[in-house]
């Protein structure tokens, strides 16, 4: 007969065990395919944020015309947009659009200009581009969308709450150039915020020196439940088409 405190620490052991098994790996996607394969395998539905919804996104237009458009967070489809930074807002603009007229950006681009609190704009990463979300209450399974530059090369890192605000700790970074890119990644077990950040760019002394900007579109996501929505959500796979040319991108 095993002695109950020697039993005890055994089973301990056996569920540390089986926890430590159990729990799912974080993977990250280059390729919208096999992100949207892997999503679609957890059972939920897949939301397309394309910023085209005029109900939600309507009032942050940014144009030649008209001027900049901006506010400090949009929410849609369960989600609530904001920048990576407290110096900027979030706006929409048709030179941003990988797909549709509309595709979205922190305005003004980071916070080279009005940095936040106890950063360094010459470190990269530390004042860089981007933008984040916030599921509030609900936890997301995946998040992936597209991003380009027209200040090429950026580097846009990937992170999740639990990896903090240490550019080392991406879950994700590559390079971005002029063409768009597709990253994103699957949490299993759940995570409720993220963002995107740009880690390449910095200032040099009292002088812009190799400052990034970065813009975004056609994300997919999905929760472990579903979101309850008054009216249908149009749900996406792999094989969307384009729906028009890029055009000329505006950088207000």
Same mark, same amino acid.
């Given at each position: 007969?095993?002695?109950?405190?020697?039993?005890?620490?055994?089973?301990?052991?056996?569920?540390?065990?089986?926890?430590?098994?159990?729990?799912?790996?974080?993977?990250?996607?280059?390729?919208?395919?096999?992100?949207?394969?892997?999503?679609?395998? @957890?059972?939920?539905?897949? /939301?397309?944020?394309?910023? *085209? #919804?005029? !109900?939600?996104?309507?009032? +942050?237009? %940014?144009?030649? =015309?008209?001027?900049?458009?901006?506010?400090?967070?949009?929410?849609?489809?369960?989600?609530?947009?904001?920048?990576?930074?407290?110096?900027?807002?979030?706006?929409?603009?048709?030179?941003?659009?990988?797909?549709?007229?509309?595709?979205?950006?922190?305005?003004?681009?980071?916070?080279?200009?009005?940095?936040?609190?106890?950063?360094?704009?010459?470190?990269?990463?530390?004042?860089?581009?981007?933008?984040?979300?916030?599921?509030?209450?609900?936890?997301?399974?995946?998040?992936?969308?597209?991003?380009?530059?027209?200040?090429?090369?950026?580097?846009?890192? @990937?992170?999740?709450?639990? /990896?903090?605000?240490?550019? *080392? #700790?991406? !879950?994700?970074?590559?390079? +971005?150039? %002029?063409?768009? =890119?597709?990253?994103?990644?699957?949490?299993?077990?759940?995570?409720?915020?993220?963002?995107?950040?740009?880690?390449?760019?910095?200032?040099?002394?009292?002088?812009?020196?190799?400052?990034?900007?970065?813009?975004?579109?056609?994300?997919?996501?999905?929760?472990?439940?579903?979101?309850?929505?008054?009216?249908?959500?149009?749900?996406?796979?792999?094989?969307?088409?384009?729906?028009?040319?890029?055009?000329?991108?505006?950088?207000?």
């Amino acid at each position: 007969m095993i002695p109950y405190a020697r039993y005890r620490l055994i089973g301990l052991a056996a569920l540390l065990l089986h926890g430590a098994q159990a729990a799912a790996a974080v993977s990250v996607y280059t390729d919208q395919a096999g992100y949207l394969s892997a999503l679609s395998a @957890l059972g939920q539905p897949i /939301y397309h944020e394309g910023f *085209e #919804a005029d !109900a939600a996104w309507g009032h +942050v237009r %940014t144009t030649i =015309v008209d001027g900049p458009a901006v506010a400090p967070a949009v929410s849609n489809l369960g989600l609530t947009w904001t920048a990576n930074n407290l110096s900027s807002d979030i706006t929409t603009s048709n030179g941003a659009a990988r797909n549709g007229s509309w595709g979205l950006y922190s305005s003004p681009h980071g916070s080279y200009t009005a940095p936040d609190p106890g950063t360094d704009c010459r470190i990269p990463g530390a004042c860089g581009d981007g933008l984040r979300g916030d599921a509030g209450t609900r936890l997301l399974l995946g998040i992936g969308g597209w991003f380009d530059t027209n200040t090429p090369f950026a580097k846009v890192g @990937l992170f999740l709450g639990s /990896y903090g605000g240490d550019p *080392e #700790a991406a !879950a994700l970074d590559q390079a +971005v150039g %002029t063409a768009p =890119v597709f990253f994103g990644l699957i949490d299993p077990d759940g995570f409720s915020t993220f963002e995107f950040r740009e880690l390449e760019g910095k200032t040099e002394g009292a002088f812009d020196g190799d400052i990034k900007y970065v813009f975004a579109d056609d994300f997919r996501f999905a929760y472990t439940t579903p979101v309850p929505l008054p009216t249908p959500v149009l749900l996406l796979g792999a094989g969307l088409a384009p729906f028009t040319l890029r055009r000329r991108r505006v950088t207000a």
